[in-house]
């Protein structure tokens, strides 16, 4: 078989690179991507491979253990698979939401809980791959700008794999469950000056000059760990497609890996249909979103504002492969408010699952579609929650206190409205005597049936 490498992405000639080179770009500041010659898979073949995935659920071998190392042949450029850095990422479950259904106007809805990964977010699957590709390229150093997942994530990783890790992020923009872990992890972390897109640019500078291993979702790497979750989520499925997968857009990495894992899958002849992608943005940064309805492919950088904070990008780095995903993938573009984020989320805990704001999208942007009747309520939808409850806890106190604010300081200078409506779905703690005659009236007073 050929071997992996390295290839412009986008239109005009294409320009070919060693998988080996440590480049993020073209010269002319195209993406990369990696391309995997994969074969074309007979259908006694899949059955095998099939077979084969199922078993390494039993197996002890830390690679077999892993939800991304367990489907190796998808990731043939690490080869021969010797210097792999794992925690044991993935393996994450699917819910159903019936609640979340029933507030979206579905029959049923699902979730593939990406929070449940080691860091608490689906930058693990990314990171262990990208982090892998730095062990083999013999790096020291690396580094990345984040809202705060991808910090924790790297940070995980290279302290795993014995590396120095530095974190650029924005001042006074991150949310302090996330920055907690890349400090217990040991990272050099450096606030700058400005938002999330200025702390990319600083990063991609900083890294060409000092000799630094860049792994932000730029890395073409990132992208080939994170295309796993859909193989996990297929293989979850029995390998049935589920007839829409809705995912928050940010920075638009996991969307671009979601159209590249369909692309790869079905050309090899593993599944024989693609699903439609929803990409859901908050509607304080949604530069995909706005130029989804203009028909315009340029990018147009916004000043992102919003609680999400793992969303807040108005430069997404992986815009034009968002682009693909959603050609390829028939897919759609969607815009969702502060409030629909928040009672989502909140319609999410009432499941009994947890998740940071920005999973919330998924929910919010369901029922968005469903009322416009783009999904219809007997469709199977699979919901992408990216990130755990915890990574965010001061949103759902001050969303259950009736205390959100678009700007967490409450700068009377910010834009719109500046109080977030909680529509009546917030669960507000009280406060009672020591008294249990007191406190068992109140509590016979509140019975009622769940909502």
Not at 419 to 445: C, H, M, W
Request: glycine share 8%; hydrophobic share 40%; aromatic share 8%.
């Amino acid at each position: 078989m050929e071997k992996a490498f390295l290839r412009t992405f986008g239109k005009g000639p294409a320009k070919q690179y060693a998988i080996d080179q440590i480049r993020y770009k073209d010269d002319d500041g195209s993406l990369l991507e990696v391309v995997n010659p994969l074969p074309e898979y007979t259908a006694e073949q899949v059955s095998g491979l099939r077979e084969l995935f199922s078993l390494r659920y039993l197996s002890l071998n830390p690679l077999d253990r892993s939800g991304v190392w367990r489907y190796r042949e998808f990731l043939p450029s690490f080869k021969p698979f010797d210097n792999v850095v794992t925690l044991w990422e993935g393996n994450t479950p699917i819910y159903p939401l019936p609640v979340c259904a029933q507030y979206a106007g579905m029959d049923a809805l699902l979730a593939k809980h990406q929070g449940n990964n080691p860091t608490g977010s689906f930058k693990d699957n990314g990171m262990t791959t990208a982090v892998t590709m730095a062990r083999k390229l013999g790096a020291r150093m690396v580094a990345c700008a984040s809202t705060g997942n991808t910090s924790a994530s790297m940070a995980a990783y290279a302290a795993r794999a014995r590396m120095k890790s530095i974190v650029f992020i924005p001042e006074g923009q991150i949310a302090y469950g996330k920055l907690s872990q890349a400090l217990d992890y040991g990272a050099l972390t450096i606030q700058i000056n400005g938002d999330f897109d200025a702390a990319m640019n600083v990063v991609q500078d900083v890294c060409e000059k000092g000799n630094i291993y860049l792994l932000n979702s730029i890395n073409p790497f990132r992208i080939e760990g994170q295309k796993t979750i859909m193989i996990e989520m297929l293989h979850q499925l029995g390998w049935s497609v589920p007839d829409w997968i809705i995912v928050p857009g940010g920075n638009l990495g996991n969307s671009s890996s979601f159209g590249k894992a369909f692309y790869e899958l079905k050309s090899c002849g593993f599944i024989d249909k693609v699903p439609r992608l929803a990409i859901i943005q908050a509607r304080g940064a949604g530069p995909l979103y706005k130029s989804y309805i203009a028909s315009d492919r340029t990018l147009k950088p916004v000043h992102a504002q919003t609680r999400a904070t793992a969303i807040k990008i108005g430069n997404p780095v992986s815009f034009s492969k968002a682009w693909y995903a959603v050609d390829y993938c028939d897919g759609i573009v969607e815009d969702v408010s502060e409030e629909d984020i928040a009672i989502a989320k909140s319609r999410i805990g009432a499941d009994g699952i947890g998740s940071e704001p920005a999973s919330a999208t998924t929910v919010a942007g369901c029922k968005k579609l469903v009322e416009k009747g783009v999904i219809q309520k007997s469709d199977q939808v699979m919901c992408i929650l990216t990130g755990h409850l915890l990574k965010d806890p001061d949103y759902s106190v001050e969303f259950h206190k009736d205390e959100l604010y678009l700007d967490v300081e409450r700068k009377t200078t910010v834009s719109g409205s500046q109080k977030i409506d909680t529509r009546g779905f917030s669960n507000k703690p009280v406060q009672l005597p020591a008294d249990a005659s007191v406190l068992l009236d109140y509590i016979e007073k509140k019975q009622q049936p769940p909502s």
